[in-house]
């Protein structure tokens, strides 16, 4: 009987991961407004995520807020330099797309830019966890992201399609939104944690995983 009040063992566990998943999910969104503040955030979101929904350590909130103000510089900045980036390709999107019907040739140049479309995206992937993983400048976490996104290509695909996949699934719909930034975090973390530990081994240690 007394395992069943045990904060660390079953029900109990359960209803604090969910409270989690659901606090920090509703705060990254909430801290997300600004929209300069995206990337601070979301590398706050990974962290934590790493920290206390997959190595069950508590605190989760304090462990958030503490790596959004140890991140906001450098990360305010890379939030900066990706809207830039992205207006950029959303522009030459748009344009290629509405030339692809006209020949053949520019539908052919079409595919092939929707198709290199995801290396920036695969860096985006990886740039804001790594900002919450270890401490970068600006120019270092770009470069960093961007080695890592093609040498772990296969981890760069999956991880790009599921952060796709949840964002067109919550976009048309508010009640995902609730839970599924820190799912997709935890989701994502099983993929890049092990490259992050292929680099830096003490992070096993320091997070108690084998």
């Known amino acids: 009987m007394g395992g069943f009040f045990n904060p660390e063992r079953g029900i109990w566990a359960a209803l604090s991961t969910l409270v989690d998943v ?31 929904v997959r190595g069950r350590e508590s605190g989760a909130f304090k462990y958030y807020l503490l790596s959004l103000r140890d991140n906001m510089k450098v990360g305010c900045a890379a939030t900066l330099l990706c809207l830039l980036a992205g207006a950029l390709l959303a522009g030459g999107y748009a344009l ?23 290396l920036p995206a695969g860096v985006l992937c990886w740039l804001f966890p790594l900002l919450g993983r270890f401490t970068f400048g600006v120019r270092e976490l770009f470069v960093t992201a961007l080695q890592l996104a ?14 796709a996949e949840t964002a067109a699934f919550c976009i048309p719909n508010w009640w995902p939104a609730l839970f599924m930034p820190a799912v997709t975090a935890l989701l994502s973390s099983f993929f890049l944690e092990r490259v992050f530990q292929k680099y830096a081994p003490q992070l096993i240690a320091e997070d108690g995983e084998e």
């Open 22 to 52: 659901c606090g920090l999910s509703i705060l990254w969104l909430f801290l997300c407004l600004p929209v300069v503040t995206i990337g601070p955030a979301t590398a706050a979101l990974y962290y934590t995520v790493v920290k206390c």
């Open 96 to 118: 290629m797309r509405a030339n692809a019907a006209s020949t053949s040739a520019a539908g052919v140049l079409f595919g092939a830019y929707y198709t290199a479309l995801l």
């Open 150 to 163: 093609v040498r772990h290509l296969p981890s760069t695909v999956v991880v790009t399609l599921l952060t």
